[in-house]
T-cell receptor, first 116, second 112 residues
Framework: NAGVMQNPRHLVRRRGQEARLRCSPMKGHSHVYWYRQLPEEGLKFMVY????????ESGMPKERFSAEFPKEGPSILRIQQVVRGDSAAYFC??????????????FGDGTRLSIL | SQQGEEDPQALSIQEGENATMNCSYK?????LQWYRQNSGRGLVHLILIRSNEREKHSGRLRVTLDTSKKSSSLLITASRAADTASYFC????????????FGKGITLSVRP
């Protein structure tokens, strides 16, 4: 059973370009979370999605950032017109349907975004 | 906003010794979780303790939770060089499979 798959692992963009980060959750998982990690920091929540729905986007900047989790295919985190401050590691996590019990989140290895 | 605050920020011990890491948080929680992160990798879930539990064990790991003090500790017994990693506590406020709020982490180095 493959884990959470993120690609690309490393992404380099110039200021003003767009960055697209992909996340395929574990098989059978319908909840996807995106987090951002700056150097020497913990992870900061960005957005929580279920299939075709954004459940909580309270941690995502209102401008330039968007996320989707379509019925078919991976979840996408999209950053438009990137700036130097967007340089960070972006992690995706997934969890199964709760069924009444809290489920731990399973993390991918992240995408390291560097802005030139 | 930062919920979990771990201490110490860095810990260096000899193989075979025990490592104790602490986490404090600010608001009420449904559960608290500990994760490990190896350099350049994603987080690996270690253990989850619910707000109505006081202690939990998993292999060489022992976690305690004191909701009156809003604090938790992670004990790794008989440490190994392979335990070298960053450790994060994360709180879940709602228990509804929602977001986790992480601390800044503790860097543990285990010397062979």
């Amino acid at each position: 059973n493959a884990g959470v798959m993120q690609n690309p692992r490393h992404l380099v963009r110039r200021r003003g370009q767009e960055a697209r980060l992909r996340c395929s959750p574990m098989k059978g998982h319908s909840h996807v979370y995106w987090y951002r990690q700056l150097p020497e920091e913990g992870l900061k929540f960005m957005v929580y999605l279920q299939k075709e729905n954004i459940i909580d986007e309270s941690g995502m900047p209102k401008e330039r950032f968007s996320a989707e989790f379509p019925k078919e295919g991976p979840s996408i985190l999209r950053i438009q017109q990137v700036v130097r401050g967007d340089s960070a590691a972006y992690f995706c996590a997934s969890s199964p349907i709760g069924g009444g019990a809290v489920q731990p989140q399973h993390f991918g290895d992240g995408t390291r975004l560097s802005i030139l | 906003s930062q919920q979990g605050e771990e201490d110490p920020q860095a810990l260096s011990i000899q193989e075979g010794e025990n490592a104790t890491m602490n986490c404090s948080y600010k608001t009420s929680i449904n559960n608290l979780q500990w994760y490990r992160q190896n350099s350049g990798r994603g987080l690996v879930h270690l253990i989850l303790i619910r707000s109505n539990e006081r202690e939990k064990h998993s292999g060489r790991l022992r976690v305690t939770l004191d909701t009156s003090k809003k604090s938790s500790s992670l004990l790794i017994t008989a440490s190994r060089a392979a335990d070298t990693a960053s450790y994060f506590c994360a709180t879940d406020d709602s228990g509804a499979n929602s977001k986790l709020t992480f601390g800044k982490g503790i860097t543990l180095s285990v010397r062979p």
